[in-house]
Every structure is written in structure tokens, then in C-alpha cells.
């Protein structure tokens, strides 16, 4: 028997007629961001107040960051401990202002070589950044959307199950070490 894991939050099943594809193997997620030509990294204001395994959920995203050299968005005040972490973000943006953005296909991106393929979002809030995805699925068919967080988020392009902490930091420490996996 399969079983169709819901959003954590129940109003949010009805996503249109395309919803996010959960994936639950680290090395697939790996081989998404390995292909994109320009990724995108947006860290919101939770990944300073959640703590996963006995490091902060900031330590972890900036680990994932450093593996590719992806650079970061900095939403809310997270730009203080990005900087104390030694991973400066390419940008500082308010999430409502940097989704505006990654809709427009003309715009030049963060670092103004382009804009993004693949932006992957982690520690923003469950129903803002349900919002946000909803926008980006119906309004910039030129990028695929990525969530790291433990919930799914059924407008995203990629997700994660609902998993709980143990699982949840499992997956992100295979995910770091399948992306430190060079290419032959």
C-alpha cells in the first residue's frame, strides 16, 4: 500500500493541476542541484532558530552552500550569522521581494550573470513560503523551485516527505556528502 504524504498544513492540498514531485533519496537531490547551471540558495529567518542534530539549521545550510560554491539570498536578518558563519550571501532580499524577482525571466540574477534554474529554499515560514512556491509554480515557468525543509511543500518543484528530525538530518548529512562527490 502507497500513501500520498500531505502538506503539514491540511488547506493546502489543492495545488492546481501540477503539485511538487517528493523525492526521498539524497543522491537524487544531489544530481538536481549538480545540474543546474545557476542555483540559487534562499535561507529564511527559521534556519536561526532551528536546531538539528546540536548545530543550527544555518550551520547546515551554509555547509550545503559551500559544497558547490551556490550562492545565498539572505532573507530576514539572517545576513548577521551568514557573515559570522564566513559565508557572506551574494544578496540581501525581503522573501516577498526576491520572488518578485526570480519571476521576471529577464532579470540578471543575483551575482548579473543571468537568472536562476533552480532555487532552493530552506527556513522560510510553512505559509509564506507556500505562497512564495505558489507564485514561482504559476509565474516563472523558466525555473524549477527545491525545498530542504522537513515539511512538504506541495508547490515546489522538488520536496522532501514530512520527515521527522532524526530522518530529516539523515537525509541532509547524505545530501552534503553526495554533493561533495566531484564529477569524473
Avoid at 492546481?16 to 547551471?37: F, N, Q, T, V
Avoid at 515539511?151 to 516527505?161: G, N
Wanted: proline content about 5%; hydrophobic content about 40%.
Amino acid at each position: 500500500m502507497t500513501t500520498t504524504p500531505l502538506p503539514y498544513f491540511h488547506v493546502n492540498v489543492l495545488t492546481g493541476l501540477r503539485g511538487c514531485r517528493i523525492i526521498e533519496d539524497p543522491s537524487e537531490y544531489a544530481m538536481l542541484i549538480k545540474r543546474a547551471k545557476r542555483p540559487l540558495f534562499v535561507l529564511g529567518a527559521n534556519t536561526l532558530t532551528t536546531m538539528l542534530g546540536g548545530k543550527l539549521l544555518m550551520e547546515w545550510a551554509v555547509e550545503i552552500a559551500r559544497t558547490l560554491n551556490i550562492p545565498v539570498v539572505a532573507t530576514a536578518h539572517t545576513k548577521k550569522k551568514l557573515m559570522e558563519l564566513g559565508y557572506p550571501p551574494a544578496s540581501s532580499y525581503d522573501l516577498i521581494e526576491i520572488i518578485n524577482h526570480l519571476k521576471d525571466p529577464n532579470w540578471h540574477g543575483v551575482k548579473k550573470e543571468g537568472n536562476h534554474d533552480l532555487v532552493i529554499f530552506l527556513g522560510v515560514r510553512s505559509d509564506l513560503g507556500n505562497q512564495g512556491l505558489s507564485t514561482l509554480k504559476h509565474f516563472a515557468p523558466h525555473l524549477k523551485t527545491m525545498t530542504l525543509c522537513k515539511y512538504v511543500f506541495p508547490h515546489a518543484s522538488y520536496s522532501l516527505a514530512n520527515l521527522r528530525d532524526d530522518k530529516w538530518k539523515e537525509f541532509l548529512e547524505k545530501l552534503i556528502a553526495e554533493l561533495n562527490v566531484k564529477e569524473a
